[in-house]
């Protein structure tokens, strides 16, 4: 998959997303290497830099361990329809909102 374009989250290679990256690395090193690149969510999208530049990872080992980073360092336009669940019933002491249709 080439980074001529964004790439949705879904879609992510991570052989693509984190190429030139040697293992073991750090954060830091990540946002180096491919920093520029961007990647495509839900609502909007993010370069690797933005999100990695969140992660507070530490060391990491393996290309899975990168992919687990940036996947959980990505913005909240990530999730899609927040607040929206058709499975869980409201939770006491918090806001109420009716379910939007689309």
């Given at each position: 998959?080439?980074?001529?374009?964004?790439?949705?989250?879904?879609?992510?290679?991570?052989?693509?997303?984190?190429?030139?990256?040697?293992?073991?690395?750090?954060?830091?090193e990540v946002?180096?290497?491919?920093?520029?690149?961007?990647?495509?969510?839900?609502?909007?999208?993010?370069?690797?830099?933005?999100?990695?530049?969140?992660?507070?990872?530490?060391?990491?080992?393996?290309?899975?361990?990168?992919?687990e980073a940036?996947?959980?360092?990505?913005?909240?336009?990530?999730?899609?329809?927040?607040?929206?669940?058709?499975?869980?019933?409201?939770?006491?002491?918090?806001?109420?909102r009716e379910?939007?249709?689309?």
């Open positions: 998959m080439a980074f001529g374009s964004n790439v949705p989250v879904m879609y992510l290679d991570i052989e693509t997303v984190f190429e030139g990256v040697s293992y073991p690395t750090d954060c830091e946002v180096e290497t491919c920093g520029e690149r961007t990647v495509e969510l839900q609502s909007g999208e993010e370069t690797i830099a933005e999100a990695i530049g969140r992660c507070n990872a530490g060391e990491l080992r393996t290309p899975r361990e990168a992919r940036l996947l959980g360092s990505l913005s909240e336009g990530a999730i899609g329809r927040k607040y929206y669940s058709d499975r869980d019933p409201p939770v006491p002491g918090t806001e109420w379910p939007l249709s689309l």
